[in-house]
Each structure stands twice: as structure tokens, then as C-alpha cells.
């Protein structure tokens, strides 16, 4: 696979020596794109999502997380302090894709402890796409949607000087240090961008006053990109992106983590010339290895001490860009083959006993190929449809005898195949100057995951049930409507989404009474099941008002509903959520209150252990300087975060664990141009 990949890299390097610089971003309706790099505090805010988002960063030591977590259509299941899991409109996981720079990568831990978003820093991504359902299936077969963590590039705006950023921050709660530095060099055709992150957070505090225990983490992460231009119009690129965290307790769950390891490479070419038909383009080959080792040795009365490591391999190809046909009409596509290999293991040690080792995830391996195209015509200046499609091919197979062995006691070892097809219809309509109109059709497909396939006896923490995985499961098949209206007037901006979901083959946990549990205390086992449908439905709103030229106001809503084919509630449904932040942003200087409300979740799934969740209301505030030190900008910030101390958590988090109490933060950014 490996010296495949290369030998369509290089072939494609050849062709290609009188291409161009490429563009940052892909951009179509359903995108929503997060700006992180180059946030001057007196930068216009041109996007909804950039008004939405930019907030988070005047924190400048918030995490990915943190910052997602504010979108309308995404949702963060919480273990622990580390470790939050994305969630697109209630779909997670195998759902939706994860990628960084358009790259595949996958978790090494069976219990979803590390997500694709721990891997990476702000200070290294220029930017985040969200996409939906409707498009985000192009960059791979997804029902749920994409979230895409765009690396940030070396810039040749000062040729021959080090640029860069010191930022260094506190927090009071969990007694936390972050500390950053990225550095910039360009000389004549090289530019040459680094960055490195440390984050160490103590057990934090909840509101009650107590410590919550195993909260803790540690991390490093480091990055570097090489830039090279070929000519005026193209250019290739190296990427390379370390991170490491160890020590990392999840309050959630029976065990923690050790230590979780990620390193990713790639090397792209880029193109851009707005004289060609195909006006940008990419073309990369990546390779990535992440390491994830679970254990118990901190946990108080442990009656048998376990290990867990887990480990996934993952090496791919693309090839994706814009062109246009003609002024009205223009293509989005993209060709891509991965392969990933995933393997984990347990070994339990009791007192005189010898070890006992099974493997979690037996040795299996998924190849895909697959390609897509949009097509856009803008029929006139009022309306605008696109059509766009998907195909992979998918094999999944076990590649061990041990692990043929061990799945071969519940289910069939024979390779599994699938084609997996996906389209969507949207049109865009002004109905004036003020008021447009956005309507989608989709129909979207997935595969079962090595989880929902081989998983070995897998303990979840929220229901206590041990998980077997079933290797004759059925790929879901979603149709999903969109409808949306946005309402512009001046600087302002109202929008509000309306979404629903039927998916067939819909994968979940059904208790198999003939199986006894592993672990010990489990309320039983559950296989990985096809149920023959589930309905998904909710609304989102998001306004942006500026109040007066120094007063901003934006406010998010967002309600989802989501049940089984017997009419009974889904597990992990977020409840009705707002989020509203107030500025005051006159020239320099910054300040704002910011309010989260969070009804009561009582739509509950008993099957799945769920109780229900009392509503919430926190008070945020930040403030924040920018001026000038010896020719270079330097910014201060400072914040209490849930003011009046509120004991909460939320429906989304695992064993009711409560969130952070009142945390006071203190941060100091230093940008040099010499």
C-alpha cells in the first residue's frame, strides 16, 4: 500500500511542475469555517461562524474542544477533562468523519478516549470546517457530517526575519500552565514555520468546592512545515505534527491513560491559477501512528490490575480542488485510497495467577478508495443549485490468526465488502436583498466500524454493559432534509436551521442474555445490533446583531430529538441549549459577558442507563488589552469563567461528573517581527 501510495505521488509531482499556489479552504454552502491564525482584537468579522466563534479567541489558551463546543450543530461528550468527544447533530464517531488537513486518522483506544482533536493545538491550525450532513460526505462516506482541522502554513511575508508569538497563561481551578511559542522564517522560495505547546492541568475543582479526581493531564505537542515554491504558481509542502500526552486521568471511566502518542507526515504539492479550468488543486501522501496505552495503577482498590494499549496505523492519498466550467457554473472534487490497521489488546494480572491476555481489537485492516464531485450552477443572482456525490469502495478483514481466532466465537472471519453511495440536491434562493432561503435533500451511507465489528468484550462505562461487536452488521443509509432561511440587514445577521434525519440499518447496543459479562460488577453483555430505523430532528439559531459600533451581541440556540423505531428516546441527546456573548470593543481593548443556559434533559433512555439532568445557567467574563511593546504587539487577557460558582453537569456527561467550577484565568500573548 505504502510504496503504492508513493509511486502515485511521484508520478503526480512529475505532471505537475507548472502548477500553482493553492487557495486555504475549500468553501461551499454547508461549510462552516473557524479562523484560528492571525486574530488581531481589532480585526473585522466578516463570516457568521468567525462572529460566532471569535471569542474563544480572546481565550488564546482554549482548546479545540472548547472552541467547537460553541458552534450551534456541535455537541461534546464528556469522560473527563481530556479527551471530549466531538458529536455533529447528535451523530458521533464512526458517524462522522475526523480529519486534520484532510487526512484520515483514527482513535487507538476502544473507548473513544482519544478523538482525532487531542492531537492538535490552535496555535498549529489555520483553521476548522464543519460541514453537515448535505456535504460531508465529500472528503469520505459520512451520514453525520465532517469536521476537518486545517494546518497552518509557513508565510513568506517577511523574507529573511523570525517571526512569531509567545503566548503563557494560568488558570485557578485545576492550577493549570499552558505555554506556546511558533516561530516563522522565509528566504527567497523557503519558509519554514514551527510551533510548540505545553498544557499541564492539576484536578480541577467543581463547583461544591470539591477536587474532582482524575482530571488531571500533561501534553506537548510540536509541529513543523516546510514550504517550498516551485515557480509563482505552485508550491509543495512538508508537514510534520508530534504530540504527546501522558498521566491523563478520565473521571468517567475505571481507568486512565498513561500515555497517548500521535505522529502524523505528510507531503503535499499545490496549485492555483485563475487563468485554468481547474483553478486549484491539492495532491498529498500522509502517514500517521497513534499510540494509546489505558491503565488502572492510579485507581484505589483495583480487585484486578489491567492494561490496555492500543495502537493505529493509518497511510492514505488524495488528490481534490476547484474548477469552473464556465462564469455560472464550477466543480468541487476529490480522489483519495487509505488503509488503516488497528490493533488493541488486554492483559489482566491476578494475584497468583498467570496474565490473561485477549485482544479488544483483534488485528484487522480497512482499505478504501473512493471519489467525489460537486457541481454548482448560479442560474442567476438570486438562485443557486448544487449537486453533489460520493462513492468508496470499502474492505474490511482481520489479519491474524489470533485474531481470526477470537472473533470466530461470535461471528463470521470472511472479508467484508461494501460500496457505499452518497448525493445530495441543494438550492439557494433570494427571495430579496435581506432574506435567503436554503433547501437540501441527501442520501448518505457508512460502515460498520472495527469497533461495531470485532470489538471483544469492550466495557462502557455509562450503561455497565461489557460490548461484543457483530461482523454481518449492515452499513446505515440516511436521508436527511435541510431547511434554513438567513436574514441579513447592514453588519447583521439571523439564521435558522431546521434538519431531519431517517436512518435505516440504524447501529445499536441489544442485551444478549446468553453471554456472561467480563468485567467485574458489568450489568451484563450487548451485541452490536441493526435496528431497522431511527429518526434524528432538531432546530438550530444563530443571530449576530451589532448593537452600536462597539457593542456586538451574537446568540446560538440549538435543540435536537432523537428516537428509535419503537418511538423510544436515544441515549445522549442534548438537551435545549443558548449561548449568548455581549461585547464592548472600543479601539484597544476588550470586554464581554458571556451567559450559557442549559434546559432540563428529562427525554431519557432507561435502556441505556440514562437519568435525567437538571437545567443550568452560567455567567462568563473576559476582558482584554492590545497595544504596542518596542514596535511588536502584545495582548493580555483575563477572565472568571462560570462566575457564580454553579455545581452542574451536563446531559452529555458520563457519569454525571461535574464540570468545572468558578476558574480564573490570566494570559499573556507577545506577537515579534524581528
Request: net charge positive; proline share 3%; hydrophobic share 35%.
Amino acid at each position: 500500500m505504502k510504496s503504492f501510495l508513493f509511486s502515485c505521488f511521484s508520478i503526480l509531482l512529475v505532471i505537475s511542475v507548472n502548477a500553482q499556489e493553492p487557495i486555504n479552504t475549500i468553501e461551499n454552502d454547508s461549510s462552516k469555517i473557524i479562523l484560528l491564525q492571525n486574530v488581531d482584537v481589532k480585526a473585522t468579522i466578516k463570516t457568521p461562524t468567525q462572529q460566532l466563534i471569535n471569542f474563544c479567541k480572546y481565550n488564546n489558551i482554549a482548546t479545540v474542544e472548547e472552541i467547537l463546543a460553541r458552534l450551534p450543530e456541535v455537541s461534546m461528550i464528556h469522560r473527563g477533562a481530556y479527551g471530549i468527544e466531538p458529536t455533529i447533530r447528535y451523530f458521533n464517531a464512526g458517524q462522522i468523519n475526523m480529519q486534520i488537513d484532510g487526512m484520515k486518522i483514527h482513535g487507538a483506544c476502544t473507548d473513544k478516549m482519544d478523538p482525532a482533536t487531542i492531537y492538535i493545538e490552535p496555535i498549529n491550525l489555520e483553521n476548522v470546517q464543519v460541514q453537515n450532513a448535505n456535504q460531508g460526505f465529500l472528503n469520505g462516506s459520512s451520514i453525520g457530517g465532517t469536521i476537518n482541522m486545517k494546518l497552518a502554513d509557513a508565510n513568506y511575508l517577511y523574507n529573511n526575519k523570525i517571526t512569531g508569538a509567545i503566548n503563557s497563561g494560568y488558570q485557578t481551578s485545576a492550577k493549570s500552565f499552558y505555554e506556546s511559542l511558533r516561530l516563522n522564517y522565509a528566504l527567497q522560495n523557503w519558509a519554514i514555520a514551527a510551533s510548540g505547546t505545553y498544557r499541564k492541568n492539576h484536578n480541577y475543582k467543581s463547583g461544591s468546592g470539591k477536587e474532582v479526581l482524575f482530571s488531571q493531564y500533561e501534553k506537548t505537542n510540536f509541529s513543523i512545515t516546510t514550504s517550498y515554491k516551485i515557480n509563482q504558481k505552485s508550491k509543495i509542502k512538508l508537514d510534520i505534527l508530534a504530540d504527546d500526552g501522558w498521566n491523563i486521568g478520565y473521571a468517567a471511566l475505571p481507568m486512565d491513560v498513561g500515555k497517548a502518542t500521535a505522529k502524523i507526515i505528510s507531503l503535499s504539492l499545490l496549485s492555483n491559477n485563475n487563468l485554468k479550468r481547474i483553478y486549484n488543486w491539492q495532491a498529498k501522501i500522509y502517514t500517521n501512528k497513534v499510540i494509546h496505552f489505558m491503565d488502572d495503577t492510579k485507581r484505589p482498590n483495583i480487585p484486578i490490575h489491567m492494561d490496555m494499549p492500543g495502537v493505529s496505523k493509518t497511510s492514505g492519498i488524495f488528490i481534490e480542488g476547484n474548477g469552473k466550467i464556465n462564469k455560472k457554473q464550477k466543480i468541487t472534487f476529490r480522489v483519495d485510497a487509505a488503509s488503516t490497521f488497528l490493533q488493541a489488546s488486554m492483559t489482566m494480572y491476578q494475584t497468583g495467577q498467570p496474565p490473561m491476555y485477549m485482544l479488544t481489537w483483534p488485528d484487522n485492516k480497512k482499505n478504501q478508495i473512493g471519489a467525489s464531485l460537486s457541481w454548482a450552477l448560479q442560474v442567476d443572482s438570486t438562485l443557486k443549485v448544487s449537486i453533489a456525490s460520493r462513492a468508496d469502495f470499502v474492505k474490511a478483514n482481520l489479519v491474524t490468526n489470533d485474531a481470526k481466532n477470537h472473533v470466530s466465537i461470535f461471528g463470521d472471519t470472511t472479508i467484508q465488502k461494501d460500496f457505499l453511495k452518497n448525493a445530495s440536491v441543494s438550492i439557494s434562493k433570494k427571495i430579496f436583498n435581506k432574506l435567503q432561503l436554503n433547501t437540501a435533500l441527501s442520501y448518505s451511507e457508512r460502515t460498520p466500524t472495527a469497533t461495531e465489528m470485532y470489538g471483544f468484550y469492550l466495557f462502557n462505562a455509562s450503561d455497565g454493559y461489557d460490548y461484543i461487536g457483530k461482523t454481518n452488521l449492515l452499513s446505515e443509509k440516511s436521508l436527511q432534509f435541510d431547511l434554513s432561511t438567513l436574514y441579513k440587514w447592514k453588519q447583521n445577521k439571523i439564521q435558522i436551521n431546521y434538519y431531519f434525519s431517517k436512518v435505516n440499518n440504524f447501529i445499536v447496543g441489544k442485551i444478549n442474555s446468553l453471554f456472561s459479562s467480563m468485567t467485574i460488577g458489568a450489568n451484563g453483555v450487548k451485541n452490536f445490533s441493526n435496528i431497522s430505523f431511527a429518526k434524528i430532528w432538531g432546530l438550530e439559531a444563530t443571530s449576530f446583531v451589532n448593537l452600536s459600533p462597539k457593542f456586538i451581541t451574537v446568540s446560538t440556540f440549538r435543540y435536537t430529538n432523537a428516537k428509535d423505531n419503537n418511538n423510544m428516546h436515544l441515549p445522549f441527546v442534548s438537551p435545549l441549549k443558548n449561548t449568548t456573548t455581549l461585547r464592548y470593543q472600543p479601539n484597544h481593548f476588550f470586554a464581554q459577558l458571556e451567559t450559557e443556559i442549559a434546559a432540563s434533559q428529562n427525554t431519557i433512555s432507561k435502556n441505556y442507563g440514562e437519568d435525567a439532568t437538571a437545567s443550568y445557567f452560567l455567567l462568563h467574563s473576559r476582558i482584554g488589552y492590545n497595544t504596542k511593546l518596542y514596535k511588536n504587539n502584545i495582548e493580555l487577557q483575563a477572565g472568571v469563567e462560570n462566575i457564580f460558582n454553579k455545581n452542574y453537569h451536563d446531559h452529555l456527561d458520563w457519569g454525571n461528573i461535574p464540570r468545572m467550577g468558578r476558574n480564573i484565568y490570566l494570559q499573556l500573548k507577545f506577537y515579534f517581527n524581528n
